[in-house]
């Protein structure tokens, strides 16, 4: 018999879910189990455990220290650093050591301005800059222009072309409004601005109310751009920029809707110049003063390329980002920073001089210090990250920051965590196991180390990611090319 759709859903709606406590709940006080199945970053999932949100600040404070210094703000007061590296200290294994999550976090970091623990002097700090962090895909970012047409496709991901658009309101009333209306405004409490901010709807009325209107911001918007662009401004992107209200968002809307975003051909002969000369001076007039390219896994590009496409997309990185006239590189605009397989350098170090990298990063024994480089883990800054993902599912918040392994006793995990060889991923894929065995056991609390230690014995290893083999560079006598 067939049954009413509509009556199934009418059904579902009426039932309440039954209301029982998991193991989980029930046993060690936890909303669920906080590790991670598999330790693999994915900043699309709303999963915490794997887009990022779960952060140690504490596990990464020394390296996230050197990167502010080499690349933010050095204490010599010397230019940070336009290109350099991320990389895994050899001691540290491969991939699975919280790389890609450390560079999340730094783009927040950058995006957030928040930099209060490390600077406290108000008259010196950092210069307001945008950061976007890069996920290449395997095959896809192969020529130049593919990786330009990332960095726009990772800005729309991350919802930054809203922050931008909100950033060029906010400078643009600095022009606009008198001083009063400014101070009028700059008193409301922030939660009360940033609506006006981030609505255009509510940013017109605003306007209004202020005796001004769109076209009269539109055409300030022209007017300091071509001040900043100084002749060199892509024509094409600013008349489209200017036509949808000055906004990024819906400049990438249109290029979604007609098929630019898509064309392949177009990206090729634009894309360079619609960054450099058309989103850049956009992010100037908004008033950030640099742009941080975090690219992740540089391996997936890398490793796909031909010797010629290698030494052309290297070439082309030098001339459009550092050389080549540009309002980018007029400015000294660009920092790229890439992430980089611990044996590399060998591999690329003749094609990086052959273009001419190395007078702005050498990849030889110079290469440290140009480098922020990720140190293997030990058993109190890993014991510290497992705190961290148990304190996010807690049920009793006053149980939080207590620096416990609890619903484990002291130094249960160790026997795991040596197993994992202190690798980060392979630890939490111990501590998710275990704690899932345990749960469905109804073993009661504190789980001990005898028990962890039965689990290691038995032979049960985190399964290896197919990612995990295709990085495995070659031999040096082997074909680069395959």
């Given at each position: 018999m067939?049954?009413?759709?509509?009556?199934?859903?009418q059904?579902?709606?009426?039932t309440?879910?039954?209301e029982r406590?998991?193991?989980?709940?029930?046993?060690?006080?936890?909303?669920e189990n906080p590790?991670?199945?598999m330790?693999?970053f994915?900043?699309?999932?709303?999963?915490?455990?794997?887009?990022?949100k779960?952060?140690?600040e504490?596990?990464?404070?020394?390296?996230?220290?050197?990167?502010?210094?080499?690349?933010?703000?050095?204490?010599s007061?010397?230019?940070?650093?336009?290109?350099?590296?991320?990389r895994?200290?050899p001691?540290a294994?491969?991939?699975?050591?919280?790389?890609?999550t450390f560079?999340?976090?730094?783009?927040?970091r950058?995006?957030?301005?928040?930099?209060?623990?490390?600077?406290?002097?108000?008259n010196?700090?950092?210069?307001?800059?945008?950061?976007?962090h890069?996920l290449?895909?395997?095959?896809?970012?192969k020529?130049?222009w593919?990786?330009?047409?990332?960095?726009?496709e990772?800005?729309?991901d991350?919802?930054?072309?809203q922050k931008?658009?909100?950033?060029?309101?906010?400078a643009?009333?600095?022009k606009?409004?008198?001083?009063?209306?400014?101070?009028?405004?700059?008193?409301?409490?922030?939660?009360q601005?940033?609506?006006?901010?981030?609505?255009?709807?509510?940013?017109?009325?605003?306007?209004?109310?202020?005796g001004h209107?769109?076209q009269?911001?539109?055409?300030e918007?022209?007017?300091?751009?071509?001040?900043?662009a100084?002749?060199a401004?892509?024509?094409?992107?600013?008349?489209?920029?200017?036509?949808?209200?000055?906004?990024l968002?819906?400049?990438?809307?249109?290029?979604?809707?007609?098929?630019?975003?898509?064309?392949?051909?177009?990206w090729?002969?634009n894309?360079?110049?619609?960054?450099?000369n058309g989103?850049?001076?956009?992010l100037?007039?908004?008033g950030?003063?640099h742009?941080?390219?975090?690219?992740?896994?540089?391996?997936?590009i890398?490793?796909?390329q031909s010797s010629?496409e290698r030494?052309?997309?290297?070439?082309?990185?030098?001339?459009?980002?550092?050389?080549?006239?540009?309002?980018?590189v007029?400015?000294?605009y660009?920092?790229?920073v890439l992430?980089?397989?611990?044996?590399?350098?060998r591999?690329?170090?003749?094609?990086?001089?052959?273009v001419?990298l190395?007078?702005?990063?050498?990849?030889?024994?110079r290469?440290q210090?140009?480098?922020?480089?990720?140190?293997?883990?030990?058993p109190?800054n890993?014991?510290h990250l497992?705190?961290?993902?148990?304190?996010?599912f807690r049920?009793d918040e006053?149980?939080?920051?207590?620096?416990?392994?609890?619903?484990?006793?002291?130094n249960?995990?160790e026997p795991?965590?040596?197993?994992?060889r202190?690798?980060?991923?392979?630890?939490?894929?111990?501590?998710?196991?275990?704690?899932?065995?345990a749960?469905?056991?109804?073993v009661?609390?504190?789980i001990?180390?005898?028990?962890?230690?039965?689990?290691?014995?038995?032979?049960?290893k985190?399964?290896?990611?197919e990612?995990?083999?295709?990085?495995?560079?070659?031999?040096?006598?082997?074909?680069l090319?395959?």
């Amino acid at each position: 018999m067939n049954i009413n759709p509509l009556q199934r859903h009418q059904k579902l709606q009426s039932t309440k879910p039954e209301e029982r406590q998991t193991p989980y709940q029930r046993l060690y006080g936890l909303k669920e189990n906080p590790f991670p199945a598999m330790a693999l970053f994915t900043p699309s999932m709303d999963d915490p455990r794997r887009n990022g949100k779960i952060y140690d600040e504490q596990f990464r404070m020394a390296e996230e220290r050197l990167f502010f210094e080499l690349f933010i703000q050095p204490p010599s007061g010397d230019k940070p650093l336009d290109l350099g590296f991320v990389r895994l200290d050899p001691q540290a294994g491969g991939r699975g050591n919280g790389k890609s999550t450390f560079l999340n976090h730094l783009m927040n970091r950058i995006n957030g301005q928040k930099w209060e623990d490390w600077v406290t002097d108000e008259n010196n700090q950092p210069p307001f800059s945008l950061a976007v962090h890069l996920l290449p895909e395997p095959r896809r970012q192969k020529r130049f222009w593919q990786f330009v047409r990332l960095i726009f496709e990772t800005l729309s991901d991350k919802n930054l072309y809203q922050k931008v658009d909100a950033d060029l309101r906010a400078a643009m009333l600095l022009k606009l409004l008198s001083e009063d209306q400014i101070n009028q405004l700059a008193q409301l409490p922030a939660e009360q601005v940033a609506p006006i901010l981030q609505s255009q709807d509510a940013f017109v009325s605003k306007l209004k109310d202020y005796g001004h209107t769109v076209q009269a911001y539109s055409e300030e918007v022209e007017r300091q751009l071509r001040l900043v662009a100084s002749g060199a401004m892509n024509q094409d992107f600013m008349t489209l920029f200017l036509s949808k209200g000055a906004q990024l968002s819906e400049l990438w809307s249109t290029w979604e809707k007609d098929g630019t975003s898509r064309s392949d051909y177009r990206w090729r002969n634009n894309g360079a110049d619609w960054l450099l000369n058309g989103l850049i001076p956009v992010l100037i007039v908004a008033g950030y003063q640099h742009l941080y390219i975090l690219l992740d896994e540089f391996e997936k590009i890398y490793i796909y390329q031909s010797s010629r496409e290698r030494e052309e997309f290297l070439d082309a990185l030098r001339q459009y980002f550092y050389e080549r006239e540009s309002v980018a590189v007029r400015r000294q605009y660009i920092s790229v920073v890439l992430t980089v397989h611990p044996s590399i350098d060998r591999y690329l170090k003749n094609s990086w001089a052959r273009v001419g990298l190395d007078n702005l990063a050498p990849l030889d024994h110079r290469m440290q210090h140009q480098s922020v480089e990720l140190g293997a883990s030990n058993p109190s800054n890993l014991s510290h990250l497992l705190m961290t993902y148990l304190d996010y599912f807690r049920i009793d918040e006053t149980q939080k920051g207590k620096l416990s392994l609890y619903p484990f006793e002291e130094n249960a995990l160790e026997p795991a965590m040596d197993a994992a060889r202190f690798y980060p991923r392979g630890a939490l894929w111990f501590a998710y196991t275990i704690l899932q065995k345990a749960a469905t056991e109804d073993v009661a609390v504190p789980i001990t180390r005898k028990f962890v230690e039965e689990f290691v014995a038995s032979g049960l290893k985190p399964p290896v990611e197919e990612e995990d083999n295709l990085f495995q560079l070659p031999s040096l006598e082997g074909n680069l090319q395959a």
